[in-house]
């Protein structure tokens, strides 16, 4: 039987050699193929790039050999790169889209199909729609052996690196991080995004300390490469054991998350971190402009955009719907819990390397620890804490589940009224004091449940008050 070719909030994705094999992974390469021929944008040529899991420079090249094969000239990464790396050169070659073959945070037995259109960004609902059924409609691959492509012109090389790293030297005050004299840790999760920071900001004053940067598709001694904190003990531990390290930095498997330990060895949540950069771009660089946010993003980020005037426009989760918006309303800043975070003047996409940029620029520029920066946050948004549980269930549970989800009838929930919900992704609630929300992964089959309070405690409460209710 056929696989049937569904993207997520970000690409397709299946387990390698049950669904992900060279046969899909030309379907879908001779589909895309197709819908560039649709949009009259072929002849502007394809980014193919790739992450550091196994067979993924082999499932590329497959990619590269059907564009070939049907006349799109293809730039192909001659290396293992970041999934912003490969979207930035989009933008720089002035492509028709890019093709990275990643998984991103998932497990290692995973692998996946992003697909980023002209602007470099995540495909929209509507691209990945029509791009579905341009793949089922496809006939069989026409290909061509890459030496040949080669000679023919069709198939050129490229290093990815040149282009983004100037773009970050016009983002980042890259002078002022080198010559902070920060200690720096940095855990490339066995990811494509191991070496960069070193190579971006190592220098003068500061150093920068590298774990799991040598690639390893069966990421040992974590679940999957996520960066949090359940994932980051060997991170949490060396900035806990008073090494000297100033802050900790960790990249998921494409580099497209960012992952932060304070000097303490504190993991701060993701929605800290997206809270803490809006506000060093609103508040200590000066600058305006709406932010766009996921709903499981924290409500800091609303009370940010009171304090400066600003607006905060909430989206589905995924960059596939937070990156047209950020376009749309040019906005300042966007985001999203899973610790991917774009920003105006580069590309509408998640940057886990720029993101930790950003960080350690704030803390070259204020003199301040991670902790002293969360400090100064709080002082202007009140205390916030967060957690999310993932949980598995059956698939033949889902559509119990998601009735209760939709269900109108819960007014209570650990002792809080609920004030008011929406449905913009799954259930969220709203109480006097927190909110929380449950939803279904694009990407993974696990219920997410997420709560933001005032305590670590009513966090913890809301989470298990809804998953008993829910009866997972």
Same mark, same amino acid.
């Given at each position: 039987?056929?696989?049937?070719?569904?993207?997520?909030?970000?690409?397709?994705?299946?387990?390698?050699?049950?669904?992900?094999?060279?046969?899909?992974?030309?379907?879908?390469?001779?589909?895309?193929?197709?819908?560039?021929?649709?949009?009259?944008?072929?002849?502007?040529?394809?980014?193919?790039?790739?992450?550091?899991?196994?067979?993924?420079?082999?499932?590329?090249?497959?990619?590269?050999?059907?564009?070939?094969?049907?006349?799109?000239?293809?730039?192909?990464?001659?290396?293992?790169?970041?999934?912003?790396?490969?979207?930035?050169?989009?933008?720089?070659?002035?492509?028709?889209?890019?093709?990275?073959?990643?998984?991103?945070?998932?497990?290692?037995?995973?692998?996946?199909?992003?697909?980023?259109?002209?602007?470099?960004?995540?495909?929209?609902?509507?691209?990945?729609?029509?791009?579905?059924?341009?793949?089922?409609?496809?006939?069989?691959?026409?290909?061509?052996?890459?030496?040949?492509?080669?000679?023919?012109?069709?198939?050129?090389?490229?290093?990815?690196?040149?282009?983004?790293?100037?773009?970050?030297?016009?983002?980042?005050?890259?002078?002022?991080?080198?010559?902070?004299?920060?200690?720096?840790?940095?855990?490339?999760?066995?990811?494509?995004?191991?070496?960069?920071?070193?190579?971006?900001?190592?220098?003068?004053?500061?150093?920068?300390?590298?774990?799991?940067?040598?690639?390893?598709?069966?990421?040992?001694?974590?679940?999957?490469?996520?960066?949090?904190?359940?994932?980051?003990?060997?991170?949490?531990?060396?900035?806990?054991?008073?090494?000297?390290?100033?802050?900790?930095?960790?990249?998921?498997?494409?580099?497209?998350?960012?992952?932060?330990?304070?000097?303490?060895?504190?993991?701060?949540?993701?929605?800290?971190?997206?809270?803490?950069?809006?506000?060093?771009?609103?508040?200590?660089?000066?600058?305006?402009?709406?932010?766009?946010?996921?709903?499981?993003?924290?409500?800091?980020?609303?009370?940010?955009?009171?304090?400066?005037?600003?607006?905060?426009?909430?989206?589905?989760?995924?960059?596939?719907?937070?990156?047209?918006?950020?376009?749309?309303?040019?906005?300042?800043?966007?985001?999203?819990?899973?610790?991917?975070?774009?920003?105006?003047?580069?590309?509408?996409?998640?940057?886990?390397?720029?993101?930790? +940029?950003?960080?350690?620029?704030?803390? /070259?520029? #204020?003199?301040?620890? *991670?902790? @002293? &920066? !969360? =400090?100064?946050?709080?002082?202007?948004?009140?205390?916030?804490?967060?957690?999310?549980?993932?949980?598995?269930?059956?698939?033949?549970?889902?559509?119990?589940?998601?009735?209760?989800?939709?269900?109108?009838?819960?007014?209570?929930?650990?002792?809080?009224?609920?004030?008011?919900?929406?449905?913009?992704?799954?259930?969220?609630?709203?109480?006097?004091?927190?909110?929380?929300?449950?939803?279904?992964?694009?990407?993974?089959? +696990?219920?997410?449940?997420?709560?933001? /309070?005032? #305590?670590?405690?009513? *966090?913890? @409460? &809301? !989470? =298990?008050?809804?998953?008993?209710?829910?009866?997972?």
């Amino acid at each position: 039987m056929t696989t049937k070719i569904r993207f997520g909030t970000d690409g397709w994705r299946a387990i390698i050699a049950e669904d992900f094999t060279f046969e899909n992974v030309a379907r879908c390469a001779q589909g895309l193929v197709n819908y560039l021929k649709s949009r009259g944008t072929s002849r502007q040529g394809l980014v193919v790039g790739y992450d550091t899991r196994f067979l993924s420079r082999n499932f590329a090249e497959t990619v590269a050999s059907v564009c070939a094969g049907n006349g799109i000239k293809v730039y192909l990464c001659e290396k293992a790169a970041p999934t912003p790396v490969v979207s930035f050169n989009v933008l720089h070659l002035g492509a028709a889209g890019a093709a990275v073959i990643t998984a991103s945070h998932n497990p290692g037995i995973w692998n996946g199909f992003k697909f980023k259109p002209e602007y470099a960004g995540s495909a929209t609902q509507e691209i990945t729609d029509d791009l579905e059924n341009a793949i089922e409609a496809a006939g069989p691959p026409q290909t061509i052996d890459l030496d040949a492509a080669r000679k023919e012109g069709l198939l050129i090389e490229i290093n990815p690196d040149p282009p983004y790293f100037q773009r970050i030297e016009e983002l980042i005050d890259l002078p002022a991080i080198r010559q902070a004299g920060l200690k720096v840790s940095v855990d490339a999760m066995f990811g494509a995004g191991g070496g960069y920071i070193p190579a971006i900001v190592s220098g003068v004053a500061t150093t920068v300390h590298e774990e799991n940067g040598d690639p390893n598709p069966a990421f040992p001694g974590m679940e999957q490469p996520e960066p949090i904190g359940h994932n980051l003990m060997g991170l949490i531990y060396r900035m806990a054991n008073k090494e000297g390290f100033a802050v900790g930095l960790a990249l998921d498997g494409d580099a497209d998350r960012l992952g932060v330990v304070d000097e303490k060895g504190s993991f701060v949540t993701t929605l800290e971190v997206f809270s803490l950069l809006a506000l060093y771009l609103l508040e200590s660089k000066g600058l305006r402009g709406p932010l766009v946010k996921g709903v499981t993003s924290s409500m800091m980020l609303n009370k940010l955009g009171s304090k400066f005037g600003i607006d905060v426009h909430e989206m589905r989760v995924g960059f596939k719907f937070i990156g047209p918006k950020m376009s749309e309303v040019d906005a300042l800043m966007g985001g999203e819990e899973s610790g991917g975070f774009a920003f105006r003047g580069h590309i509408p996409e998640r940057d886990g390397i720029l993101s930790g +940029l950003y960080l350690l620029e704030y803390m /070259a520029r #204020s003199g301040k620890t *991670v902790s @002293a &920066l !969360i =400090d100064h946050l709080f002082d202007q948004v009140g205390p916030h804490f967060f957690n999310r549980r993932d949980v598995t269930f059956e698939a033949t549970q889902r559509d119990r589940i998601g009735g209760l989800l939709r269900s109108k009838d819960l007014t209570e929930l650990a002792g809080k009224t609920v004030r008011r919900s929406d449905e913009i992704d799954g259930r969220r609630l709203f109480f006097d004091d927190a909110w929380l929300a449950s939803r279904f992964s694009g990407t993974e089959p +696990l219920l997410r449940i997420y709560a933001e /309070a005032e #305590s670590p405690e009513k *966090v913890e @409460a &809301l !989470i =298990d008050a809804a998953a008993h209710y829910l009866g997972v």
